[in-house]
């Protein structure tokens, strides 16, 4: 279970405030998987971060017992200095996995190559792309965090994606963002709509969509 007590989250810019969490309560349960759903610049992508735990509210408290994924190939965190190599070592002593199996699961998934040695400053953005995708399906999590699916690779390497996720969500929740409605529909039975710092929630996911599509008219 994920809970949200009370959660108020803003952004400060020298013309306004942006609030994208105006004291919000609420429960995403376990054994079921979510689609989160808001017109451009409602805040999605950082209320995934927020309950991700990449970034912190303003007020409020968020959480978690079961173990909670970074936003699924989010590469923000790996330090750009540092070679690919050393930035999976660094993750996998954080979440307090088995190093040299994370390596090498990465290592193959990746196929990278010596680019692994290499800082990940000179990566393309779809090598850090590879990188951040493989390393979070070397860990497991019991509910995965998802913004905006795309696809890495040509089309082998992104159909090894699609199975590997296939197999994570067997036994996995999501917390999906996307502006693909079939991808949602897909992924999630339940939803939730955020609109002007308030996040309204749905049993039936069909039901959020059908509020979504209101409110982008």
């Known amino acids: 279970m994920i809970q949200l007590d ?20 609420a429960v995403f349960e376990t054994g079921w998987s979510y689609g989160l759903l808001g017109v451009n610049g409602a805040g999605k992508s950082t209320t995934l971060r927020l309950i991700a735990g990449t970034e912190l509210p ?19 965190s790996f330090h750009p ?3 690919g190599r050393d930035n999976l070592k660094f993750v996998a002593r954080i979440y307090g996995e088995d190093v040299r199996r994370v390596v090498r699961f990465v290592e193959d998934f990746s196929e990278l190559g010596d680019y692994l040695d290499a800082p990940v400053l000179t990566y393309s953005s779809g090598m850090i792309a590879r990188l951040a995708f493989g390393l979070s399906m070397a860990i497991e999590f019991d ?11 040509d089309m082998r390497f992104q159909r090894r994606c699609e199975d590997a996720f296939a197999a994570r969500r067997e036994k996995a929740d999501l917390i999906v963002v996307s502006h693909s409605m079939a991808t949602i529909k897909s992924y999630c039975r339940r939803g939730a709509v955020l609109v002007d710092g308030h996040l309204m929630q749905f049993d039936n996911v069909d039901k959020a969509i059908e509020v979504y599509n209101r409110l982008n008219r």
């Open 81 to 83: 200095q540092v070679s």
């Open 143 to 153: 509910c995965y965090l998802v913004d905006e699916i795309t696809g890495v690779g």
């Open 6 to 25: 009370s959660v108020f989250k803003f952004y400060k810019t020298p013309q306004h405030m942006k609030v994208v969490l105006d004291n919000v309560s």
């Open 58 to 76: 303003n007020a409020g408290h968020i959480r978690r017992n079961v173990r909670v994924s970074w936003p699924l190939g989010f590469g923000g």
